[in-house]
């Protein structure tokens, strides 16, 4: 486990989060990401300025996922529409 003294605290959004050095994150990686399973939002810190937020994943990746399986076999169901008259080369000219 890191070490308590490793761990400050910010105003995000009017919520506060837990925050820790980039140079610590990367020491206790694996503690952090205990931490963070466990529900706990942190914001890396380099050299005084936030550069990332990390969050768990939300359950609501789940339906988000489902949902975009759906609308893919939707889509794959429908006829295509159009003749593909160009070739992967044309885009890049």
């Known amino acids: 486990m890191y070490d308590s003294s490793d ?3 910010i105003d995000i959004r009017e919520h506060t989060v837990k ?3 980039s140079a610590n994150a990367n020491r206790h990686f694996s503690a952090m990401l205990r931490d963070i399973s466990a529900g706990e939002e942190i914001v ?3 050299r005084g300025k936030p550069v990332a ?3 768990a994943v939300q359950a609501g990746d789940a339906a988000r996922q489902l949902a975009k399986t759906a609308l893919l076999k939707r889509l794959r169901s429908l006829p295509a529409l159009g003749a593909r008259t160009w070739k992967r080369a044309d885009l890049y000219e």
Do not use: L
């Open 7 to 9: 761990e400050h605290y």
């Open 44 to 46: 890396v810190v380099a």
């Open 53 to 55: 937020r990390i969050t």
């Open 19 to 21: 925050s820790i050095t």
